[in-house]
């Protein structure tokens, strides 16, 4: 449920409103010293501050309580805990009654029999995010992989320069938007990935659709690769190590990786929270109701998501690299 | 590797071009009786026949050796095996030193150092989706909920009564083409699904990206979701239930179905047999040549994928349908 | 359920009086050249014949469908099948209200509601073990280490060169008796297992409970080493590889395998079908009655039991050795 | 590696000399009311202060970040952890050279390619047991279930009520002694366990075998049932419920619970850690040498071993009830 992986496993835990939230991290491979300041810099990507993202601060400091010894991996796990300070105990309990559209409320309460912590939305709150992107930093300081990711559109603007201007746009509209992030790996070895149900892809997919607000994935070209025919979508290659001319296949053949770039574009839908009036059902009423999510929000969430599904996609490949040591 | 699932576990075996194919279904609940005429009817679906499709006949006579009795399943492991009959035994090995652009030839002799069984794709072969329909057309009869799929686009085409026009035409041309198949699932109750790492969107990426071929999943609207704002991708509750105005979301709210309809939308690639002259790399002799797929191919393998994509959505939704079961 | 392993993975399936049983194997490593003499001669080890064994011939001729290619394993699952032969049709179905004592009878039906096959015991019979002494065979050949097993014990008998007559006498009573079986495993380089909850004598215990009749495991010593000190129970090292002076700890330090021999004890419980009367409960009637159970019986399968525990602990092995290379 | 179960999971970290340990707990049902003086109860149970325990004091102040709201249970993971106070600094680094008799010491060095905090046996050190023991409080208060436990037998010692002055001997010896301890579940129901490789013996033997310095285990009457007829051994059954007359089964046949008491029995090895001069190999100097291992130790580990075993039994099964729940 909270725990992924088969040789590098991460086991989350918190939830936005309570003391703390975490990971433990195991199967790092012993005899490595983490660089915490790159561990630093990555959750500096995450954090708001940019244009139509939150002016929310979250501090983020890093309480790690096992799992290094005089700075090297230790082969045990390694825990890392952030406390959830500067939380304000505002009144949640009208999400109880009147579910925000576009978010968990209504499933949790049902779910969990109305014992969830819907505070902030509790363990569906994107800070649950923040653990991710410390487990995919370790993982990626583990892998011999060059990581990178960029958006490629945000709303309907695909020209990230004019970002800022766009989004003070929407901001000011009281609405908000998504886009597509595309995430990259360079360097990857002919070999990840197993037969069937642990390809690759397909543990690619699992993992982004972990991500709060992921609603599409692609390997490759994707979608649009429904416009292309087989002469066409077929890498030809070109030499010896699997390299082709084009990488319509994003890096991955049958499910293992085949030496090119690994190429992923994820699909974040537009942030649910908007500062503009919407209609949602009081259940305790039992009928529709006009109503504002109050604070202040993200206006493209997605601005700040590369780094999570950056790193998410490092622990997939840490997990698939581990593995690919059995045969070799 | 070859196994998937928790509760509704299925193991995968088989080649394309050993003796037999078959799958071991553990999990079904005791006391079903098996419709085996709907299995029939399913496998019915993915069999080629229709324009675009290959005129290869494939038999597919199953061959249950346990889990029934009395003509209802016992608790115990189903065992189906279906024998690879009608294969041609052609010489394959020139695939040793010329792979197939589009294949999974190259990655499999890397990583399975030369061992692997490359005839007629071995282990990556479309075949394999035979067992996997038929586990879940089994999934199908053991749930409440009710599944479809249809062809939204096939190349450019987006009009499917032009269909076997349009492929015509693409088979004359030597070339094939990909597609989009949507995939809906009616009547599922609030919550499937389990937080983070089992969410239903997580189970059904991975489910969908294990079908070969296939290059990008959306849950609901996905990437052309880019353009619509927050306040118009937030799907409006109207009632007490969870449902909804629009469906955006896809059934799928915080990882956890809503109540909605779940609509999954897959892209499948061109086929990448085509009969057209392709370059590849010949790992012998070390330079790029010219060559030709022999035999009889689909051109658009998607017009059989889709009962494959609908079954495969089966066996996530039992394995997540048992697992609802503990908290209820 | 029914699947073993994390990366030599096993799946078993059948019933006693179905068509078939069988198992998949998969993370067998490529390029392995299987000898199935090796394997008959296992299964020689498990057929009956001896005296205390049941007389009923077992042919159990190995049907393998998939995973070899020229000889050699292809790195994927290797599928073999055995059919259920000279199977005799008699009537069980008096086993629904008078459940066998020491059988599973009784907790089937009712984990089952009815619906299992009760048939010769069904999913419970010894019969089930023939697939994983096949799959233990195969693990061996993978494996770099030596095994064998002995009997230690059977019924009161220590000395096993009277053991014909013993079990004469025995069978003479209408009785029968369990027995103590050691298994060995030579040549074991340190690091087999890894911690807390994949120790190595947390699988072994795991795997050997998961065959029928085990009542009692030991690692090394075992419990007659409650009557030995701090000071006598410490094996003492007396080299640079790990080699100690005595191995109280069979092999085992921490979960770690510690370059000893690895020692297993094992308790088989008796035999639970007798000639003798027995008294049991009438689940119709509600009352005890006195029954005998039918047909001819193993006295000892103890007897026939060495060899299904050696494979299985070699199937345990070759899933820690394969996540060993992770490390190395 | 550090994470048990399927349903009801939990994942450990921590090292003996590092900030802190604890366990993630995650599947505990929604809308429990955890009674947190019953964990600190049992936790008292495995703290020393008894004769024959080390006069060391563990404080064990548990913090809980997360999984409880309104002091109800909801439904996400339960974070528990535990901060290592009272270590004393002391130098540990000639345990790299000169690995203690009976510790995991020399393995771990081997295995982590001497990365590992070999501090107060760092990873493999006994106070790894106290998260064990919290989450198995916790299963017990969300299970129907009885639990219990008894030492049966320490060192020679077979009267209990003799154990203060027995183990004050053994102290004045500078010696330890192990024992056998037995824990017994009452009220459980017909249907814990599933076939094969997730019995309730199997998941048991597995779960023992993870505690430190367990080296045996037996379901029921165990090894000295081989002295045993069929006749004798055999559960005679004694109403409708499945109880039986004797118990040589412990509750157990055929892998699930049938309704009698679960009883297992333990051996727990003589402490390793004594104050007598021992015997060991020096790495660097390669010879053998005496030595003392400082500090004040344990002369029976065994004593406080009880609630550690009733407690670890308790997860396993909250594991399998939860997957009861499937099936009815």
Redesign the interface.
């Known amino acids: ?4 992986g ?2 590098f ?1 991460i ?5 936005s409103h ?5 990971v ?1 991290i ?2 790092v ?3 490595l010293k983490i660089d915490w300041q790159k561990i630093e810099a990555d959750l500096l990507l995450r954090r708001p501050g940019a244009v139509g993202t939150t002016p929310r601060v979250e501090k983020d400091e890093l ?7 005089n700075e ?8 890392v ?1 952030i406390k959830n300070e500067n939380v304000i105990s505002k009144d949640y309990s009208h999400l109880v009654n009147q ?1 925000r ?4 409320d ?3 309460f ?8 819907y505070r902030g939305g ?3 709150s994107g800070r ?1 995010t923040t653990p991710i992107v410390v487990a995919g930093s370790i993982a990626k300081q583990m892998l011999p992989f060059e990581f990178s990711h960029q958006l490629i ?1 945000v ?2 603007l695909k020209d990230m320069d004019q970002l800022d201007d766009y989004l003070r746009e ?1 901001a000011n ?1 009281g ?6 992030i595309e995430v990259r790996v360079k360097n990857v070895f ?2 990840l990935g ?6 690759l ?10 991500i ?1 607000a ?10 649009d ?16 190590l ?1 390299h ?1 001319l084009t990488n ?3 890096g991955v ?6 030496g090119n770039d690994i190429v992923v574009k994820v ?1 974040v ?6 500062k ?1 009036a ?4 009081n ?1 305790k009423s ?1 009928e ?1 109701t006009e109503f504002e999510v109050k604070g202040r929000h993200d206006v493209a969430i997605v601005r700040r998501a590369g780094i999570i599904l950056e790193n998410a996609l490092a622990i997939v490949l840490a997990d698939l690299y ?2 690919s ?4």
Chains 1, 2, 3, 4 share one sequence.
């Not at 309570?18 to 975490?22: C, N, R």
């Not at 049902?110 to 912590?117: A, E, I, L, P, R």
């Not at 839908?269 to 908007?274: G, L, V, Y």
């Open positions: 449920m909270n725990t992924y088969k040789l496993k086991t989350l835990y918190g939830e309570q003391d703390a939230i975490g433990v195991d199967g491979l012993p005899g309480i790690v309580t096992s799992g290094i010894f090297y991996t230790t082969g045990s796990p390694i825990h805990m579910p559209p576009g978010h968990a209504y499933v949790a049902k779910k969990y029999q109305g014992f969830n912590d509790g363990r569906f649950l559109q709303g309907s929407i509209q609405d908000s938007v998504g886009g597509i002919v070999g197993e037969p069937m149900f642990e390809k892809d397909s543990k690619i997919g699992e993992m982004m659709f972990s709060p992921v609603k599409g994935v692609e390997i490759g070209t994707g979608f690769g429904v416009e292309l025919k087989g002469s066409e979508f077929n890498d030809v290659y070109v030499d010896e699997g082709t319509h296949s994003g053949s049958g499910g293992i990786s085949n699909f839908k537009p942030t649910s929270s908007i503009k919407q209609t949602s059902f259940l039992n529709s581990l593995a040591k059995v045969y070799l």
